[in-house]
């Protein structure tokens, strides 16, 4: 770190959770930031600091700080009992949240009451009721609560969307999206929480949020259905596969039904880190995309496919050593991280104190990561737990209908008389 930092002003951070999704993109952004700092047109050059992390053990935390002598600066490290009131002791501009979805909800609230900028990692929550609280908090505490969909942000994505905008491909008419990752994400890596859990919630929902943000409408049911039996008990209540249906409504009455299918027990010898697949049918036309079909393939003897694997996704994260000789991690799995860290420096570095409510309102108004933009989303998945559920529980196909007269969310069982209702404002 050079002089000139101490004349930059500087954002301090905080991390919930040191896991998988750490690695990959929180720690390759505090690193980076930390050490080349941030320059934006509306605020100048800022530096960040990861300034407190919380865990539940801090073993993780240590051995980051440990590896990555050189690369960050000092932080405070807490754990359990009570990590994130530690965490939120210190003097932090924001905190990021990045521990398994059904715990995002305490963490975050307590993030907002504290009176910080919260950054969670989709899912953002699993229930409307939840949503509804965080907005409350981030209203009544006057900060930013933002949630990461970086798929929005993968270059084939931003396209389609274009086209959509542009008018090029009108009216979409029902889409079919895949996404299957290996037996190590829900047998290793996740196994310390993968009971009672699913794969659509995990990943479905980054389907979920690109079909309601690219398209609009109005969501009108969910339906689902999955397989169990490998990485838990046949009858039980933990997935290895699901298959979501989610239907809309468009201005003009028509209609379009997309279906989600997901799972995390795919072979660890596949070729690919995970195999997605998207397809969208217009009036006028088709989409189709494909991860690995858009990339490169290598083969390293005694290294391919386990070590390294032979279809890389080098647009979503990817280590590179550059034209200049210098090294670099980045992709729109990063860039997504980076994005919230300037509209949190734009509201607080971007102009007088007096005008901080205007900048905050306009960073709200980004509607593809703003809580109060997920609500389809979080419909959508609190639809699918319920319904997840009550299968587990021994009736399967039931359906949710959306803002119908009973309610918000209303569970249908097969045969039964009366709906359950599951959330009762409008969606």
């Known amino acids: 770190m050079n002089t000139r930092d101490l004349e930059s002003p500087r954002l301090r951070g905080g991390m919930v959770g040191l896991g998988m999704i750490f690695d990959e993109t929180y720690r390759p952004f505090f690193e980076s930031a930390w050490r080349d700092r941030i320059y934006d047109p509306r605020v100048g050059v800022f530096g960040v600091d990861l300034a407190a992390v919380a865990t539940r053990t801090g073993r993780r935390a240590d051995a980051y700080r440990q590896a990555a002598a050189g690369r960050i600066g000092p932080f405070a490290s807490y754990s359990e009992p009570d990590s994130v ?36 990692e989709k899912p953002s929550v699993l229930s409307l009721a ?9 209203r009544q505490h006057n900060v930013l609560a933002k949630v990461v969909y970086h798929k929005l942000l993968d270059p084939d994505h931003k396209k389609l969307r274009t086209l959509v905008v542009d008018q090029h491909l009108r009216h979409v008419n029902n889409g079919y999206c895949s996404l299957l990752e290996p037996k190590q994400i829900s047998g290793s890596q996740f196994a310390e929480w993968i009971q009672g859990r699913n794969p659509g919630t995990y990943v479905a929902v980054h389907y979920i949020k690109l079909i309601d943000f690219s398209f609009g409408g109005r969501l009108t049911s969910v339906a689902c259905t999955g397989q169990r039996g490998l990485v838990g008990p046949a009858d039980g209540n933990t997935w290895d596969s699901t298959q979501l249906r989610l239907c809309y409504q468009y201005d003009g009455g028509r209609e379009a039904a997309f279906d989600i299918h997901t799972s995390w027990v795919t072979p660890d010898n596949f070729p690919g880190y995970v ?43 990817g280590s590179f050593v ?26 607080e570095l971007g102009g007088s104190a007096e005008e901080r409510g205007q900048r905050l ?63 009762e404002p409008r969606v």
């Open 322 to 347: 550059e034209p200049d000789g210098t090294r670099s991690q980045r992709g729109y799995g990063i860039e997504v991280l980076e994005r919230f860290v300037r509209e949190v420096a734009f509201v």
């Open 85 to 120: 009131a530690g965490l939120l002791g210190q003097p932090l501009d924001f905190v990021c949240v990045a521990t398994p979805d059904d715990r995002h909800f305490e963490a975050a609230q307590a993030v907002l009451r504290a009176g910080k900028h919260l950054l969670v």
């Open 275 to 317: 195999e997605q697949e998207v397809q969208f049918r217009f009036d006028n036309g088709v989409w189709n995309g494909h991860s690995r079909r858009r990339g490169v393939e290598c083969t390293i003897e005694g290294k391919t496919p386990l070590e390294f694997k032979i279809s890389m996704n080098n647009h979503y994260n």
């Open 361 to 423: 309102e306009a960073m709200r108004q980004l509607t593809y990561n703003d809580l109060s933009s997920d609500r389809q989303v979080v419909a959508a998945v609190q639809a699918m737990e319920a319904i997840l559920a009550r299968h587990a529980e021994g009736t399967p196909n039931c359906i949710v209908q959306v803002n119908e007269a009973e309610g918000g969310l209303v569970l249908h069982a097969p045969g039964a008389a009366a709906g359950e209702l599951l959330y």
């Open 130 to 138: 939840e949503l509804d609280q965080l907005e409350r908090l981030a």
